[in-house]
């Protein structure tokens, strides 16, 4: 069984359980087996208790979180077994519908049987000379790199437990910050959450939505902790990568910048769902990068929370090696594999003012017109429109 998420409806935010080894709950069992745990914990004159249902898949985890620890790496437990018992009263004592009451129930299943460690996803051997290559693909992201980045892959790399610092990159449009973060992330290989704060408008995305709303659900700070995003295995630390955050806006009663305030700070390692009260969530070791094109607009708290960087200009070189990549990302997405993973220089030299965004359409649209014509390998009137300038032409292809 895998934690990675998957879109499946019925549950509040989280996968089905599959597979023959993956037994259902007996969730009034389950309610006395936490039950006596917890009072286990409280009185040291109990000394037999009840163990929480066992299945194949909590096996599973907890052999590969030990596993993990053998190789010196660390796990970290982002959510307390017993705090389940509260989000099964929660149910009982709410206005809670059958349907919302079924999605609790199996979001509680599932986090029983995935258990509650998730590795703190530590850099590779070669950690130092890849951050060496991506701060060469990435010049103008050396203060990133350097005072940020760096320190926090150099304790991780020892065996230590730190809460990296949040980033705040701000920056021009196109001046690449969203794709330095992905790149990092991709490079860490770790699950990446990215959001456009420009049309956020409640809280709701971040920290979930409440049972007393009839829609309740979990939000992506949970969803990701608990089962990863697609395709890629939940872990302590993944990175949000929070697009545009000067131009957050939407009603104050549902600020969506609100839920940062305690995230960005040690008080994280106690985050607390809306739709599951009372299971609190170890989200301190969340790498937060912000990007935004000012600082005016951002309010005092986030400022005071983040580490600022302005990000310059992109330098040609720079231009050309950002395109180049986004133009292999696109290639790589479609998964053909005949299609070359070329680009002419004019293309890039031509699209240099192009942002990141509009950039990468223009490639989507040429790959098509490419294969429209039977071909695999794009020219440069693949990327002419008719409302396009034409491309400059330079002395080299």
Known sequence: MSNAIDENEGVAGAPEAGGSGAARVDFEQLRLSLAESAKAESSPKTKETKAPPITMARVRKQKEADRKKAEGGVAVQVFRPEHLLAALDGVSVRSVDSDQSGRIKKTVELLIQLGP?????????????????LQECFPSFARAIEEVVRPSLAILSAGG???PTPLLLVGSPGAGKSFFAATLANML??????????????????????????????????????????????TANPVFV???????????????VGPL??????????????????????????????????????????LSRTHVVHVPELSEI???????????????????????NWIPQSVLHGFADMGPREFKTRCVMAIGKTLARGKYRVSENDFATGLSKPVRKIGFM
């Open 242 to 256: 929070l697009d545009e955050i000067d131009k957050a806006g939407g009603d104050l009663r549902f600020d969506p």
């Open 117 to 133: 460690d998730r590795a703190l996803s530590a850099p590779g051997p070669a950690w130092q000379s890849e951050l060496d290559e």
């Open 261 to 302: 305030h305690a995230l960005l700070e040690e008080s994280a390692k106690y985050f607390e769902d809306e739709s599951l009260p009372g299971v609190v969530m170890n989200a301190g070791h969340i790498r937060w990068i912000l990007t935004a094109n000012a600082t005016s607009t951002i309010t005092r708290p986030i």
């Open 318 to 340: 720079e231009s050309r090696h950002v395109r180049t990549r986004i133009f292999s990302g696109v290639v790589d997405s479609l998964e053909i594999p005949e299609f070359e």
């Open 189 to 234: 290989k770790v699950p990446i959450v990215r959001m456009d704060m420009s049309s956020a408008t409640m809280s709701c995305t971040l920290s979930g939505l409440g049972l007393h709303w009839a829609n309740s659900s979990p939000g992506e700070v949970f969803r990701t902790l608990a089962f990863g995003r697609a395709g890629v295995y939940a």
């Open 161 to 163: 437990v730190a809460r």
